[in-house]
Nanobody, 120 residues
């Protein structure tokens, strides 16, 4: 089991930057994929960025070039650096960890969500 707790959200002006942190309750060693998702009112929850155990990352087209996902295994923490923020980035952001066992069983863990609001 993994508990995920996000922090670092808040209100920022367009063009500004914000860094979200997601602290895990245990080592990320067994986690296959770490990710950030977001959901704005009236929208589906969408993938923002993911990172595999090997370090490969993927980004939604809307954030590519502006957002960066990273991790610090020593601190059991994953980050989302958000630059050049625009009002369309306003959403609740969720940290996600996907754990896959050798038998193929998949477990998803989610943080509680944290609000990011970008003003124009």
């Amino acid at each position: 089991q993994v508990q995920l707790v996000e922090s670092g959200g808040g209100l920022v002006q367009a063009g500004g930057s914000l860094r979200l942190s997601c602290a895990a309750s245990r080592s990320l060693f067994s986690i296959n994929v770490l990710g950030w998702y977001r959901q704005a009112p009236g929208n589906q929850r969408e993938m923002v960025a993911t990172m595999s155990r090997g370090g490969s990352s993927n980004y939604a087209g809307s954030v590519r070039g502006r957002f960066t996902i990273s991790r610090d295994n020593a601190k059991n923490t994953v980050y989302l650096q958000m630059n050049s923020l625009i009002p369309e980035d306003t959403a609740v952001y969720y940290c996600n960890a996907l754990e896959r066992s050798s038998s193929g069983y998949v477990q998803n863990y989610w943080g509680q969500g944290i609000q990011v609001t970008v003003s124009s």
